[in-house]
């Protein structure tokens, strides 16, 4: 059993994109949503993900992304992070307040 990853980003104009992963492993919401800012937030790039906003940003964009969903799937891995590697560096990413500073420095917004 392998667990399906979906988030999306959603900028100022309300322009959505969207994105899952197949992790292998089994995956629970429950151990996710306390890690995230407001139980809905997260930096995909701080977590091993693909940020979806696009590399040049304009005053619509900002750095957050939404959890969508997470479910069980029988679909192959499409990533090579396991399940629990990816509540590893969420865990991580939350104690360290989700750094925003280190995601706008290393996108070259400041």
């Known amino acids: 059993m392998n ?11 309300n322009y959505k994109k969207f ?10 919401e429950k151990e996710i949503k306390p890690l ?4 809905l937030f997260f ?3 701080e977590v091993g993900l ?8 304009s005053v619509d964009d900002h750095i957050w992304h939404e959890l969508e969903k997470i479910e069980l799937t029988e679909d ?4 090579e992070m396991d399940a629990f590697l ?3 560096n969420f865990k991580k990413a939350s104690q360290n307040n989700w750094d925003e500073y280190a995601v ?3 996108k070259g917004l400041l």
């Open 3 to 13: 667990t399906k990853f979906c988030y999306l980003y959603r900028d100022a104009c």
């Open 19 to 28: 994105n899952d992963v197949v992790l292998s492993g089994i995956l629970q």
């Open 36 to 39: 995230l800012k407001d139980k």
């Open 43 to 45: 930096i995909p790039s």
């Open 50 to 57: 693909p940020d979806l906003q696009d590399d040049t940003f």
């Open 76 to 79: 192959p891995p499409t990533i």
């Open 86 to 88: 990816l509540v590893e």
């Open 104 to 106: 706008f420095k290393r």
